[in-house]
């Protein structure tokens, strides 16, 4: 089949067989919805790139462009590498590619901690000739494709109310394992927000699953636990800590002093910011305002609108990807874009958390619009996987 076949019929429906209308799946173009949102997200995370880059590039780089032409070039490769997925992936494609990406990525995070690049005081990075590789990002969407698949196939023994019907063995020892052993390498890195993500990712993927409240609790509490040991040995997250606790008291000059002038960028901004281009903060007080903190930027420069127009294109991605999980062809794909959309939303929230000083500095980014080659790669690679899905849907909900 052509590809300029597969274009058209990817925006368009196709006839079902026979078998597939007696099980109610619509086998059709892919929802443009969502595609529309994503478009708008990655227009609008293009063009604060630029503006909150131009003079942190210009200073250190000698180019005002250089983060935007970054940013773009992913982009762009990221989109033409993920469009063939879109056309041809099917979900049985998925359920074992999803395997194949979980080894892959615990392979890359061994990898890093043997020859890993250290910055801001972990070790998360891989240097590979010109491109530089987050191995935890793709972690992330390996391990929601691996619940996703281990929780969909064993949804009769996760729920059984049986004694010894397979509950606790497949609903917690299965999972749990799966969750703990990325969780492990990606604690020996010292990356505490992705160890925050992942964790509170996979006990909401058990929670989709079928595991019992119980058994979640306990899951929570070793989540806790584990958390507060890994601050009570890390210097590094001790400061981040003190430093929330008690910003007043902290060197304004010293710790305090990211988290103090993105929150001077955000008051400024007023209701209808100080217009594109014009962020005062960027020019050396924010720290690395492309990434961490570009949402104080968008803050700045475009006011409390700009800032409810970021949140609220966020919020219709999220309960758009939860209408295309709620119609998935099978339990496997309705599990998997469940995870997406909850990722895309707790990311975004805790960047948004850590910016305006409601939790510790713990370094998230903000989805498509924080720079960084290996998070924008992998979100549009993401976004990819909900469109394919899209495209098997069925009229009844699936979860």
């Not at 969502?34 to 210009?58: E, N, P, R, W």
């Not at 056309?87 to 979980?102: E, I, K, M, N, Q």
């Not at 990356?191 to 993500?197: A, F, Q, V």
């Not at 005062?280 to 409390?304: A, H, R, W």
Request: hydrophobic residues 50%; positive net charge; glycine residues 12%.
């Amino acid at each position: 089949m052509s590809l300029k076949k597969r274009l058209f019929e990817a925006w368009s429906i196709k006839p079902l067989s026979e078998k597939a209308a007696r099980d109610g799946v619509h086998r059709g173009g892919i929802d443009r919805g969502f595609l529309l949102v994503v478009l708008l997200m990655l227009a609008f995370g293009t063009a604060m790139s630029y503006s909150a880059s131009s003079v942190y590039g210009k200073e250190f780089y000698g180019d005002s462009f250089y983060f935007f032409k970054r940013y773009l070039l992913f982009a762009l490769l990221s989109v033409g590498a993920t469009v063939p997925f879109v056309l041809f992936a099917t979900p049985a494609f998925w359920r074992g590619f999803g395997v194949f990406l979980y080894a892959c990525s615990l392979a890359l995070l061994l990898l890093v901690l043997l020859i890993g690049t250290v910055g801001g005081g972990a070790q998360r990075w891989l240097v590979l000739g010109p491109i530089t590789v987050q191995p935890s990002e793709i972690a992330k969407l390996a391990l929601l494709m691996v619940l996703a698949l281990m929780l969909s196939k064993y949804e009769r023994e996760i729920t059984s109310l049986k004694k010894g019907g397979g509950s606790f063995r497949f609903g917690v020892l299965m999972p749990g394992g799966l969750i703990g052993t990325v969780c492990v390498l990606v604690a020996a890195e010292k990356h505490i927000s992705g160890l925050l993500i992942i964790a509170m990712l996979g006990v909401c993927m058990m929670f989709l699953g079928g595991t019992r409240i119980r058994y979640l609790g306990m899951m929570a509490g070793v989540v806790a636990a584990a958390g507060c040991l890994l601050i009570l040995v890390s210097s590094y997250a001790q400061v981040r800590v003190d430093t929330w606790l008690h910003i007043e008291e902290v060197d304004p000059l010293g710790a305090a002093w990211q988290t103090l002038q993105g929150l001077y960028a955000i008051g400024s901004g007023g209701l209808f910011g100080k217009g594109f281009g014009g962020s005062q903060q960027k020019y050396g007080y924010v720290s690395q305002p492309q990434n961490d903190f570009i949402f104080t930027v968008i803050c700045e420069e475009l006011g409390f609108l700009g800032a409810l127009l970021t949140v609220l294109l966020f919020v219709l991605l999220f309960f758009r990807g939860f209408r295309i999980a709620a119609h998935a062809p099978d339990r496997f794909c309705s599990l998997l874009v469940y995870g997406i959309s909850l990722k895309l939303a707790l990311q975004a929230v805790l960047n948004i958390a850590v910016v305006t000083n409601s939790m510790p500095n713990t370094g998230v980014s903000l989805p498509f619009f924080s720079s960084g080659g290996t998070f924008l790669a992998m979100q549009i690679f993401e976004m990819g996987i909900v469109l394919s899905i899209s495209r098997y849907s069925t009229g009844r909900k699936s979860v």
